[in-house]
């Protein structure tokens, strides 16, 4: 009976409530606005006026770039106007908002065909007396 609720209890937790997962560039302090307008910061969501007190606890430098991802489908642009002004009043003039990073690649085993080398005539000046 316990194994069966605890397996039932698993269930209903693991479909609870999905979240993004964002990689963090360890270069940046990241920030991340979910689909839903939720802010996220270091797999927590939180909300936005307490944003710069995070980054003032955690020491970050306010002359640092600090990334806010943006999804594609993001369509709030107010929240984040009003994000970028909290961090500017704040002391961090470097906060940029960024998408997802991507990165293309296409190699090729085939070496390209030499091209011929072509010769340049040389051209006869014409000298006016």
């Not at 293309?104 to 005539?121: A, E």
Request: proline share 8%; net charge positive.
């Amino acid at each position: 009976m316990k194994k069966m609720m605890v397996a039932v209890l698993a269930a209903v937790l693991a479909a609870g409530c999905a979240s993004e997962k964002f990689v963090a560039d360890s270069k940046n302090p990241e920030v991340a606005f979910s689909s839903d307008g939720g802010l996220m910061w270091r797999g927590r969501f939180i909300e936005p006026h307490e944003l710069p007190r995070l980054l003032e606890k955690t020491e970050v430098d306010p002359k640092s770039q600090i990334d806010i991802r943006v999804p594609r489908d993001f369509n709030n642009p107010k929240a984040a106007r009003r994000l970028l002004f909290m961090l500017r009043r704040a002391g961090y003039t470097r906060a940029v908002l960024v998408t997802e990073k991507k990165a293309y690649s296409q190699s090729s085993t085939k070496l390209p065909s030499p091209q011929p080398v072509q010769q340049v005539k040389p051209v006869k000046r014409i000298r006016y007396k």
